[in-house]
């Protein structure tokens, strides 16, 4: 059993090695935007709607990539998809080593923002089913250690070297982290679903420890299949379907409300006007290494605890944070001096709030959409789902810094507490518990009559 897991961990960690440049790009405005508002090397001094734009536009492209994944993820492949992505974020780390005018950095945002909606639609699925339902929450965690290593990376190094050596830094980990997955097996979902049964056979065998657990499998690849190829529209008219979808949007969507994305990239830019005695530089870096912590601890409880009880107990340590935040900027406006805890607070304040996205919505996000659909409808679900939160994504970020500069620091921040009471309260009332469950029962615990009793094929981690 020790080496059928051995082999789900080492293919799940080759792929998600991709989501270290996927983090770098992430996080590169960070330090980015602080080089360019004084940088006439590259193109010159921002102004803020530049950078603005050069934040949100990937969010917006994003979409994209989700309608480019739903179109091919289960055309293509998995593996193919993800090697695509890793093109395309090649490209825009190019992009933005020869950046002479501002369109040129728009445009590489555009274009990670695209590699991004790809690899946050496909990774997910590709690791839900390679692993085993034991193990399954840990491999899905990964995606959000291996982005926060990638986030530790560009926000602990970003603001100490060159623009240039950033984006080569940038080039150099797309390449490294991008050639394993060439040598990786696709999802055998994927294979079977293609007709290339024995191959899937092949791969199953190889990941389940057996050919006895492979049939097993097989079989319910089978059942939860219908024996004619289901249409799009086929796929969008199922009650489940549209049921699963909706729970997974209404979570995207208070999640990009909620503005933890904005809260990293602006990162060193908040920390910089809270005029505290905290070096930014030092700070951000610091809160990078804070969401990996965070990230690994979760790998380790994830299976053990639940799904549910970290999402809630996580978003009401988000919510503290949120209102911490806007303490401080409130008692700021008013004119309290800055010293004692108080100088600390709104770095205590992001510690908490980075540690606690981290370790719940970061990491379980992407595993609990995949795990709410069937075979059949994993991949355009995930891809739908991510979709409909473009536009909120969008705006939060297109938007954040008007916002604080018309409203003020203090109610965004306590908005976004107030849809961490939101989101707290949809998980514990309407999102199932997916831990140590085949896709089979959770399918059936939302209701799917169709599925057959999935004990009929429990695996059994028999060795012959």
Known sequence: MRNMYFRQYAV???????????????????????????????VGALEQDEGSWIVSVSYLTGSLGYVVSSALVDCIGRKQCVILSSVVRMAAALLFLFSRDVWMLILGRAL???SEGIILSVIPVYASEIASKEIRGALGVMLQIFTSIGSVIMLS???FISYFNLNL?????????????????????????????????????????????????????????????????????????????GKSGFIIVIVYLIGFNCVMTYLQTILDITQTNIRSEMASGVIGAINLLASFSTLMITDR????????????????????????????????????FLNYLPLISLLLIVFCYSGGLGSLLWVVIAELFDDRSRGIGMATALLIGTVPSFLTLRYFSSLIDMLGPAPVFWASAMFCAVLATFVALRLPETKGKSFAEIQQELG?????????????PRIE
Do not use: H
């Open 12 to 42: 799940v960690f080759a792929i998600n090695l991709n989501c270290i440049s996927f983090g770098m790009g992430t996080t590169w405005p960070s330090p980015v935007l602080v080089k360019l508002a004084n940088d006439t090397e590259t």
């Open 112 to 114: 990670n923002g695209l």
């Open 169 to 245: 830094t940038l080039i150099l980990f797309t390449v490294a982290t991008s050639i394993p997955t060439v040598f990786l097996p696709d999802s055998p979902n994927f294979l079977y679903s293609k007709g290339r049964e024995e191959e899937s056979k092949k791969v199953l065998i190889f990941l389940r420890g057996s050919e006895f657990n492979a049939n097993e499998e097989l079989k319910e690849y089978s059942t939860n299949r219908n024996d004619e190829k289901s249409s799009l529209l086929t796929i969008f008219r199922n009650k489940m379907f549209q049921k699963s979808l």
């Open 448 to 460: 799917n009559s169709s599925v057959t009793n999935p004990q009929t094929f429990e695996l059994t």
């Open 157 to 159: 190094v970003g603001p």
């Open 305 to 340: 605890f639940g799904r549910k009880p970290i999402l809630i107990w996580t978003l009401l340590g988000m919510l503290v944070g949120m209102v911490g935040l806007g303490v401080f900027f409130k008692l700021t406006e008013m004119g309290a001096e800055v010293f004692g």
